[in-house]
Nanobody, 127 residues
């Protein structure tokens, strides 16, 4: 059974950092592109970042460019989202999602592109 489990969320002060992990089980990530999304209370889900199957192509929402970094470790079947310089506007539930990627350099920032989602992890930025 294909499963994604996010972890690493929590409470952090403004300017702080967190590293989210997305661990896959029941399948191998090597053939999948991965996306990170978030949904704040009362707002629509938005794409945060994505990484291609090859790992060589990444993309970021303008709001997180220069602060967030996505990476993947296929040997550990895990994807990461390093989040630095966190701001209150980053408060949201963060989700990872995967989709098969026939094109190794394709990266997808649209949620509807993804087939499977994790349960989410809460990120709160506050003093």
């Amino acid at each position: 059974q294909l499963q994604l489990v996010e972890s690493g969320g929590g409470l952090v002060q403004p300017g702080g950092y967190l590293r989210l992990s997305c661990a896959a089980s029941g399948f191998t990530l090597v053939n999948y592109a991965i996306g990170w999304f978030r949904q704040a209370p009362g707002k629509e889900r938005e794409g945060v970042s994505c990484i291609s199957r090859s790992g060589g192509i990444t993309n970021y929402a303008d709001s997180v460019k220069g602060r967030f970094t996505v990476s993947r470790d296929n040997a550990k079947n895990t994807v990461y989202l390093q989040m630095n310089s966190l701001k209150p506007e980053d408060i949201a539930v963060y989700y990872c999602a995967v989709r098969p990627a026939p094109i190794p350099v394709a990266c997808y920032m649209i949620g509807a592109s993804y087939d499977n989602w994790g349960q989410g992890t809460q990120v709160t930025v506050s003093t």
